[in-house]
């Protein structure tokens, strides 16, 4: 049989409680039993040697006593359930409280006997005698003699307060009983709440809803280490399904036009519209050409996504790195007929190498391409803060303010009708974004069209 975690919370709380409640109960009354008994047989002896004493101050020298005032505190003791008979030394009744009022006396003793059994159903008592010597100028001249119910008994006042106590405690008991099962409830409730929606917000993401986060905040520590490993890994799937989705749409996109003009060329060439020269087919292979550039960049696209998030960090001089790549870059530079100059102190950063290489291995590509002859490319290093920045400007076309936005977005180029041949597919800068942003840094650009570009990229330097 299975349980919610809430009913087996309230459960275990419950089951906790109770029998705390009736352990301590059981104990409480075990131990007031034994003190009340004790206290009513002292206080029953204290009663009989007060009577004693009062009785023996009754008699007079030369065999007289006072019997009015004994029998004043013998009818007195009978209230209380003690049955008193004087004798003298010759054994003579001076008063006899059974000779006084029998019927009285029977009474009392069944009062006291009724008393005990309505407390404790299996009470064996009986009639009980003490006797005690009167003495007078030391020598005994008389006995007094006390029968009760015995071997103890409860008069009412005595039952009344072990009655009120044990209503007391029973109280107690079940107030702490109510109490226990508002707190379970309450408490099963803020413990189960959170569970529950993480087991909601898991059973969204296993059919494919990944917008989904739980936002309940809970006290525990687990709790919210689970709560917050959940909606983790709604934002991990969600990010990945909406990469899928663009891959997809966007792969789709730009096979469109190339296989268009293939097919568009091959069916004029079968259908004799056009002769199949060399002109034709170089159009063609440059058409394969563009796909197979197309499957390469999305390759390294593949790779950069999702290997991005993991970095082998190692710590070096990001401005040591630079010029390395400006030498392997330089006769690019030359080429081309332009300028290529660097500046910039030791910097070191804690960073993946291979992979900020990379990146300025894409913004230099970008300047070589985007800026015309007789152009200039400046690469700086420089610290701010917390942060290195790598600025790479150009003197090259630019980016026009509309197309500015879109740059870092997959295969975005700014002049579209720029032959793809020439140009890249439009995912360096999305590479480069991936990366520095696994790095938790940021890439900006700022562009004015026909007077240059100029990237920078702020890397933590997480030195230390
Ligand atoms: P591509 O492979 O087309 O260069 P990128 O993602 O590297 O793709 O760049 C996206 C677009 O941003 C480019 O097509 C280009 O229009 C523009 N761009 C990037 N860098 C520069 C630059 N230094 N100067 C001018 N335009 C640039």
Redesign the pocket.
Known sequence: MKYTLRAKLSLSYMLVVLISVFLTSVLTNLLLEKHFKEYVIKNQERKSKEIVSLISQQYKPGGRWNTDVIENIGMNALEQGMIIKVVDSSGKAIWDAMVYNRGLCHRMLEHMACNMTSRYPNWKGGYVEDKYPVTYNLSEVGRVEIGYYGPYYFNDNDLAFINTLNRLFIGVGMISLLSSLFIAAFMSKRLSTPISRVIEAAHKISKGYYQDRITEKSGIKEISQLTQTINDLAEVLEKQEMLRKRLTADVAHELRTPLATLQSHMEAMIDGVWEPDIDRIKSCHEEIVRISRLVGDLEKLAKYESESLILNKTRFDVSQLIRHIIRNFEIDFINKGLDIEFNGQEEIVFADKDKISQVII?LLS??L??TPEGGRVEVKVESSGDVVNIIVK?T????SPE?LPY?FERF????KSRNRLT????????IAKAIVEAHKGTIRVN?RINEG?EFIVSLPKQVG
């Open positions: 894409n970008n300047a391409k985007y150009d090259g076309e630019g980016i197309d740059i975005y180029r700014a002049d140009g890249g597919a439009g995912i360096g800068l999305t562009s570009t």
